[in-house]
């Protein structure tokens, strides 16, 4: 079983080959570690659990462990549990992510703008593997209101909606996604080059 010394020596750039030689004993005590209250410990826990959620399906199993943290009163939590339901949504051949769902897009009205913004951000992942939830998530983005964060997010939480937006019209098109992107470029909210981004990405999709 990993240590805990040998856990915090890994540098982040082995992380992910590190992941791969876990076993499941060490999976178990990597999930404990996320309630410990060492920041460094718990962050270091979450991200070979993030890395092993690429390849293997063994962090899937705790989806109830990581679903119960969308509640928690610690925001780091709530985005831990966010982010690790997202990596495991390849996994979730019992469509846990169906029973989940409203829970997690509360999180879209969570008091934290970084948790907010991996929410979105985690949000193109969900979307990428579960296509019946497209219509849902689309219209959560779509009436998101930016008014309710701080002026200095607004940008960056816009271009997180229009990211995730842009990768569910890949399959889904409808008239309100096309307006909120065409209200999105008229604005004033994003600045000329990111503009002219988008609307070079849009050509390409």
Do not use: H
């Amino acid at each position: 079983m990993i240590s805990i010394e040998k856990m915090l020596s890994i540098p982040k750039s082995d992380i992910q080959e590190v992941s791969k030689a876990l076993d499941k004993d060490d999976v178990s005590q990597l999930v404990e570690c996320l309630s410990l209250k060492d920041d460094n410990i718990r962050y270091q826990a979450f991200l070979l659990l993030q890395g092993r959620s690429i390849f293997l399906n063994d962090v899937y199993p705790y989806w109830d462990a990581f679903r119960d943290r969308l509640k928690s009163d610690n925001s780091y939590q709530r985005s831990i549990g966010l982010m690790l339901l997202a990596e495991n949504v390849r996994w979730d051949v019992q469509d846990r992510m169906e029973d989940t769902i409203d829970e997690y897009l509360a999180l879209l009205k969570d008091e934290k703008p970084i948790t907010i913004r991996q929410c979105i951000q985690s949000l193109a992942k969900v979307a990428q593997f579960k296509p019946g939830l497209d219509g849902k998530i689309s219209d959560c983005l779509i009436s998101f209101d930016l008014l309710a964060v701080k002026e200095t997010m607004r940008k960056s939480i816009l271009l997180d909606i229009l990211n995730v937006l842009m990768e569910i019209r890949k399959k889904l098109k409808t008239d309100e996604i096309e307006s909120f992107i065409l209200n999105a470029l008229s604005g004033g909210i994003l600045d000329k080059r990111t503009k002219k981004q988008i609307e070079f990405n849009l050509q390409q999709s």
